[in-house]
T-cell receptor
Framework: DAKTTQPTSMDCAEGRAANLPCNHS???????VYWYRQIHSQGPQYIIH???NNETNEMASLIITEDRKSSTLILPHATLRDTAVYYC????????????FGSGTKLNVKP | GAGVSQSPSNKVTEKGKDVELRCDPI?????LYWYRQSLGQGLEFLIY????????KSGLPSDRFSAERTGGSVSTLTIQRTQQEDSAVYLC??????????????FGNGTRLTVT
C-alpha cells in the first residue's frame, strides 16, 4: 500500500469549513483514497472514498488533485462533535490489501 | 442493523495469563480484520479473515497471538502469556467482501486490554 502523509494536528473554528490535507505521492493507478475518523474511545468510522473524481456525501467532500498525489477532506461546517483523529488511507482495487492507518490528523474544533 | 460487537469492552489481566477477545461481525460480512491500537498511536494491523480462512497473518506480533473464526462469523483473538506491552485497544472490523473496493470497514468499539 502507498503510504500517506498528514499533518499531526489542526484547529478549526466551530461553524467554519475544516480542510484536512493528505499527501499520497506514491499512489498507484488502481488505489482508492479512503478517509476515516476516530472519535475518542470509539472505533474508526468510515467517511468517504474516491478514485480520481471529487466526491461528496452527507458527511464530507473529498477533493483529489488531478495527478492524484494529494487530496483534501472538507467538512463544510465543522461542529464540536467533529473533533477526532482523521485518517487518510490508500487501498488497491483488487486483492487483499489491509487498510494501513497512519497516525492521522487530530482535528480540534473550537467554539 | 447491529454493528460490529466486541467483548469484553475492558479487560484487566495479570502478566502471564491468557486472554480471549471476541468479535461479532455484522451479519453477512465475510471479511474480518483485527487491529491493535496502543495509547496515542495509530492502528496496527494484526490479521485478516476471508470467511474462516486467514490469508494474511503477517501482523501478528509473536507466536503468543492467535486468532480463529468459526462459521464465517464470530472471531476470537487469543493472547497467551500476556506481557505488559500487550496493553492496548484491540479493534475488530468487518466488511461485506474484501475484493470489492466499495466496501469500507465497519469497526467495533474495541476491547481495552490492560496487563498489570
Amino acid at each position: 500500500d502507498a503510504k500517506t502523509t498528514q499533518p499531526t494536528s489542526m484547529d478549526c473554528a466551530e461553524g467554519r469549513a475544516a480542510n484536512l490535507p493528505c499527501n499520497h505521492s506514491t499512489i498507484s493507478g488502481n488505489e482508492y483514497v479512503y478517509w476515516y475518523r476516530q472519535i475518542h474511545s470509539q472505533g474508526p468510522q468510515y467517511i468517504i472514498h474516491g478514485l480520481k473524481n471529487n466526491e461528496t456525501n452527507e458527511m464530507a467532500s473529498l477533493i483529489i488533485t488531478e495527478d492524484r498525489k494529494s487530496s483534501t477532506l472538507i467538512l463544510p461546517h465543522a461542529t464540536l462533535r467533529d473533533t477526532a483523529v482523521y485518517y487518510c488511507i490508500v487501498r488497491a482495487l483488487r486483492g487483499f490489501n489491509k487498510f494501513y492507518f497512519g497516525s492521522g490528523t487530530k482535528l480540534n474544533v473550537k467554539p | 442493523g447491529a454493528g460490529v460487537s466486541q467483548s469484553p469492552s475492558n479487560k484487566v489481566t495479570e502478566k502471564g495469563k491468557d486472554v480471549e477477545l471476541r468479535c461479532d461481525p455484522i451479519s453477512g460480512h465475510t471479511a474480518l480484520y483485527w487491529y491493535r491500537q496502543s495509547l496515542g498511536q495509530g492502528l496496527e494491523f494484526l490479521i485478516y479473515f476471508q470467511g474462516n480462512s486467514a490469508p494474511d497473518k503477517s501482523g501478528l506480533p509473536s507466536d503468543r497471538f492467535s486468532a480463529e473464526r468459526t462459521g464465517g462469523s464470530v472471531s476470537t483473538l487469543t493472547i497467551q502469556r500476556t506481557q505488559q506491552e500487550d496493553s492496548a485497544v484491540y479493534l475488530c472490523a468487518s466488511s461485506p467482501r474484501d475484493l470489492i473496493p466499495l466496501s469500507p470497514l465497519h469497526f467495533g468499539n474495541g476491547t481495552r486490554l490492560t496487563v498489570t
